[in-house]
Protein backbone atom coordinates (compact mmCIF):
# COMPACT_ATOMS: atom_id res chain seq x y z
CA UNK A 1 0.00 0.00 0.00
CA UNK A 2 2.85 2.47 0.57
CA UNK A 3 4.39 1.62 -2.63
CA UNK A 4 1.00 2.30 -4.55
CA UNK A 5 0.64 5.64 -2.59
CA UNK A 6 3.86 7.01 -3.40
CA UNK A 7 3.46 6.65 -6.84
CA UNK A 8 -0.08 8.34 -6.48
CA UNK A 9 1.77 10.83 -5.06
CA UNK A 10 4.43 11.09 -7.79
CA UNK A 11 1.83 11.31 -9.87
CA UNK A 12 -0.20 14.24 -8.59
CA UNK A 13 2.73 16.07 -7.80
CA UNK A 14 4.36 15.92 -11.50
CA UNK A 15 1.42 17.33 -12.77
CA UNK A 16 1.61 15.94 -16.21
CA UNK A 17 -0.78 14.60 -18.61
CA UNK A 18 1.74 12.79 -20.75
CA UNK A 19 3.51 11.20 -17.54
CA UNK A 20 3.98 7.45 -17.46
CA UNK A 21 3.80 6.40 -13.77
CA UNK A 22 4.91 9.91 -13.06
CA UNK A 23 8.08 10.00 -15.27
CA UNK A 24 7.61 12.02 -18.04
CA UNK A 25 7.67 10.14 -21.45
CA UNK A 26 10.50 12.62 -22.97
CA UNK A 27 12.36 11.37 -19.94
CA UNK A 28 11.94 7.58 -20.34
CA UNK A 29 13.15 8.18 -24.20
CA UNK A 30 15.74 9.67 -25.38
CA UNK A 31 17.16 10.66 -28.70
CA UNK A 32 20.29 12.06 -29.45
CA UNK A 33 20.83 13.11 -31.77
CA UNK A 34 17.72 12.87 -33.44
CA UNK A 35 18.64 12.09 -36.61
CA UNK A 36 17.93 8.74 -39.19
CA UNK A 37 19.96 5.96 -37.67
CA UNK A 38 18.73 6.99 -34.02
CA UNK A 39 14.98 6.90 -34.50
CA UNK A 40 15.40 3.64 -36.00
CA UNK A 41 17.65 2.11 -33.51
CA UNK A 42 15.12 3.45 -30.85
CA UNK A 43 12.03 1.99 -32.59
CA UNK A 44 13.68 -1.80 -31.67
CA UNK A 45 14.77 -0.81 -27.51
CA UNK A 46 11.49 0.67 -26.96
CA UNK A 47 7.66 0.89 -27.87
CA UNK A 48 6.93 1.48 -30.92
CA UNK A 49 4.01 3.72 -30.08
CA UNK A 50 5.95 5.74 -27.16
CA UNK A 51 8.45 6.84 -29.97
CA UNK A 52 5.45 7.89 -32.09
CA UNK A 53 4.04 9.42 -29.12
CA UNK A 54 7.71 11.15 -28.32
CA UNK A 55 8.27 12.51 -31.92
CA UNK A 56 4.98 13.50 -32.65
CA UNK A 57 4.15 15.47 -29.24
CA UNK A 58 7.01 17.70 -30.02
CA UNK A 59 6.65 20.27 -32.68
CA UNK A 60 10.75 20.59 -33.40
CA UNK A 61 10.94 17.18 -33.77
CA UNK A 62 7.95 16.08 -35.55
CA UNK A 63 9.52 19.15 -37.75
CA UNK A 64 13.07 17.61 -38.18
CA UNK A 65 10.99 13.95 -39.01
CA UNK A 66 9.43 15.63 -42.13
CA UNK A 67 12.37 17.51 -43.37
CA UNK A 68 14.71 14.23 -43.22
CA UNK A 69 11.72 12.80 -44.79
CA UNK A 70 11.00 15.52 -47.25
CA UNK A 71 15.18 15.52 -47.92
CA UNK A 72 14.47 12.30 -49.78
CA UNK A 73 18.23 10.99 -48.15
CA UNK A 74 18.49 7.01 -48.12
CA UNK A 75 18.69 7.05 -44.29
CA UNK A 76 15.68 8.74 -44.04
CA UNK A 77 13.71 7.18 -46.49
CA UNK A 78 14.97 3.58 -45.14
CA UNK A 79 13.47 4.96 -42.15
CA UNK A 80 10.02 5.63 -42.86
CA UNK A 81 9.53 2.01 -44.01
CA UNK A 82 10.34 1.13 -40.97
CA UNK A 83 7.78 3.81 -39.41
CA UNK A 84 4.92 2.99 -41.47
CA UNK A 85 5.14 -0.71 -40.26
CA UNK A 86 4.37 0.29 -36.59
CA UNK A 87 2.00 3.51 -37.30
CA UNK A 88 -1.66 3.88 -37.00
CA UNK A 89 -4.21 5.63 -39.38
CA UNK A 90 -2.96 8.95 -37.91
CA UNK A 91 0.89 8.51 -37.85
CA UNK A 92 0.70 6.84 -41.51
CA UNK A 93 -1.47 10.38 -42.70
CA UNK A 94 1.48 12.18 -41.61
CA UNK A 95 4.13 10.67 -43.32
CA UNK A 96 1.71 10.08 -46.42
CA UNK A 97 2.22 13.69 -46.38
CA UNK A 98 5.75 14.02 -46.67
CA UNK A 99 6.96 11.15 -48.97
CA UNK A 100 6.00 12.59 -52.36
CA UNK A 101 8.50 15.86 -52.03
CA UNK A 102 11.14 13.36 -51.96
CA UNK A 103 10.63 12.73 -55.10
CA UNK A 104 12.71 15.39 -56.63
CA UNK A 105 15.86 15.12 -54.75
CA UNK A 106 16.04 11.08 -54.82
CA UNK A 107 12.98 10.11 -57.08
CA UNK A 108 14.73 6.68 -57.51
CA UNK A 109 15.12 5.98 -53.73
CA UNK A 110 11.39 7.61 -53.51
CA UNK A 111 10.18 5.06 -55.65
CA UNK A 112 11.98 1.80 -53.25
CA UNK A 113 10.44 3.55 -50.75
CA UNK A 114 7.01 3.77 -52.36
CA UNK A 115 6.98 0.10 -53.29
CA UNK A 116 8.05 -1.07 -49.97
CA UNK A 117 5.15 0.56 -48.48
CA UNK A 118 2.43 -0.86 -51.09
CA UNK A 119 3.87 -4.66 -50.10
CA UNK A 120 3.39 -4.05 -46.52
CA UNK A 121 -0.02 -2.28 -47.21
CA UNK A 122 -1.29 -4.86 -50.06
CA UNK A 123 -3.73 -7.38 -47.84
CA UNK A 124 -5.64 -3.82 -46.93
CA UNK A 125 -5.20 -2.55 -50.80
CA UNK A 126 -6.82 -5.99 -52.00
CA UNK A 127 -8.92 -6.41 -49.59
CA UNK A 128 -11.20 -2.65 -49.66
CA UNK A 129 -9.80 -2.51 -53.83
CA UNK A 130 -7.50 0.37 -52.87
CA UNK A 131 -5.42 2.65 -55.45
CA UNK A 132 -1.71 1.44 -54.86
CA UNK A 133 0.19 3.24 -52.62
CA UNK A 134 1.88 5.32 -54.98
CA UNK A 135 -1.05 6.90 -56.13
CA UNK A 136 -2.08 8.03 -52.96
CA UNK A 137 0.90 10.02 -52.47
CA UNK A 138 2.94 10.81 -55.43
CA UNK A 139 1.06 14.09 -56.37
CA UNK A 140 0.30 15.30 -52.68
CA UNK A 141 1.07 18.53 -52.12
CA UNK A 142 -0.35 19.62 -49.10
CA UNK A 143 1.17 22.60 -47.81
CA UNK A 144 -1.44 23.66 -45.64
CA UNK A 145 -1.81 27.04 -47.90
CA UNK A 146 -4.89 29.09 -46.70
CA UNK A 147 -7.00 29.61 -49.43
CA UNK A 148 -8.38 32.94 -48.18
CA UNK A 149 -5.12 34.55 -48.51
CA UNK A 150 -4.15 33.96 -51.44
CA UNK A 151 -5.91 33.18 -55.20
CA UNK A 152 -6.47 30.20 -57.26
CA UNK A 153 -4.03 31.28 -59.78
CA UNK A 154 -1.65 31.03 -56.67
CA UNK A 155 -2.76 28.37 -55.29
CA UNK A 156 -2.47 26.29 -58.29
CA UNK A 157 1.11 27.98 -59.69
CA UNK A 158 2.50 26.72 -56.37
CA UNK A 159 1.16 23.44 -56.35
CA UNK A 160 1.97 22.84 -60.72
CA UNK A 161 5.83 24.23 -60.13
CA UNK A 162 6.17 21.21 -57.75
CA UNK A 163 4.43 18.88 -59.41
CA UNK A 164 5.94 19.55 -62.67
CA UNK A 165 9.39 19.08 -60.55
CA UNK A 166 8.50 15.68 -59.38
CA UNK A 167 7.77 14.90 -63.11
CA UNK A 168 11.02 15.99 -64.92
CA UNK A 169 13.14 13.81 -61.74
CA UNK A 170 10.63 10.74 -62.47
CA UNK A 171 11.43 10.55 -66.71
CA UNK A 172 14.94 10.18 -65.62
CA UNK A 173 14.79 7.27 -63.62
CA UNK A 174 15.28 4.12 -66.09
CA UNK A 175 14.73 0.85 -63.83
CA UNK A 176 12.92 -2.17 -64.99
CA UNK A 177 11.95 -3.31 -61.10
CA UNK A 178 10.68 -0.14 -60.61
CA UNK A 179 8.54 0.78 -63.59
CA UNK A 180 5.03 -0.12 -62.34
CA UNK A 181 5.57 2.09 -59.32
CA UNK A 182 6.79 5.03 -61.79
CA UNK A 183 4.24 4.39 -63.86
CA UNK A 184 1.78 4.37 -61.11
CA UNK A 185 2.97 7.51 -60.27
CA UNK A 186 3.19 9.45 -62.92
CA UNK A 187 -0.36 8.62 -63.66
CA UNK A 188 -1.31 10.58 -60.13
CA UNK A 189 0.69 13.41 -60.87
CA UNK A 190 -0.36 13.85 -64.18
CA UNK A 191 -4.32 13.79 -63.33
CA UNK A 192 -3.13 16.25 -60.54
CA UNK A 193 -1.51 18.56 -63.04
CA UNK A 194 -4.56 18.45 -65.25
CA UNK A 195 -6.60 19.58 -61.69
CA UNK A 196 -4.65 22.48 -60.95
CA UNK A 197 -4.37 23.63 -64.15
CA UNK A 198 -8.34 23.71 -64.16
CA UNK A 199 -8.29 25.06 -60.14
CA UNK A 200 -6.59 28.08 -61.85
CA UNK A 201 -9.01 28.95 -64.18
CA UNK A 202 -12.02 28.92 -61.44
Not at 83 to 91: E, I, L, N, P, R
Request: charged share 25%.
Amino acid sequence: MKIISFIVLFIVISGSSQNVLGIERDKLIEIKPFNANNIKVALTKYNSQEILNYIFSNSNRSKQLIHGIRSGKDAWLLLFVEMYKVSDAGWSEILDSSIGYSLVSNPRGSLKTMREVDNILSKLRDKYNLHSYAQQVCDNVDEMWDENEVSNVELAGSALIEINKRIKALTDVNNESLERVKSKCLEALYNSKKFWEDYSRK
